[in-house]
């Protein structure tokens, strides 16, 4: 009863910039935290930065400095301006929610991931 919606990826040289943007929506009451991850080929998924309702926000080591996230609370929408890319940048970028359904007037947690997109950092 969520859906999540990606975009931005794409192909970019070493030291360019991307902006990835993730829309939820369906019967949402509200939202805890959005985040986005990242799988490279042959490797775990991992925490990219994620964003709290609250207003907290934490990065991977390797991605501070030069990605920031921001989130539109009133547009359900997360997304991660990404600059001066590298090569290890590369991966399938996830969005992630977390947050309360409002179904038929009972709430109920959910966690709900995005279909991914490729983001390809490649002279």
């Known amino acids: 009863q969520v859906q999540l919606v990606e975009s931005g990826g794409g192909l970019v040289q070493p030291g360019g910039s991307l902006r990835l943007s993730c829309a939820a929506s369906g019967s949402i009451f509200s939202i805890y935290a959005m985040g986005w991850y990242r799988q490279a080929p042959g490797k775990q998924r991992e925490l990219v930065a994620r964003t709290t309702s609250g207003g907290s926000t934490n990065y991977a080591g390797s991605v501070k400095g030069r990605f920031t996230i921001s989130r539109d609370n009133a547009k359900n929408t997360v997304s991660l301006q990404m600059n001066s890319l590298k090569p290890e940048d590369t991966a399938v970028y996830y969005c992630?929610?977390?947050?309360?359904?409002?179904?038929?007037?009972?709430?109920?947690?959910?966690?709900?991931w995005g279909q991914g997109t490729q983001v390809t950092v490649s002279s």
């Open positions: 992630n929610v977390d947050g309360q359904l409002n179904i038929m007037g009972t709430m109920r947690e959910f966690t709900s």
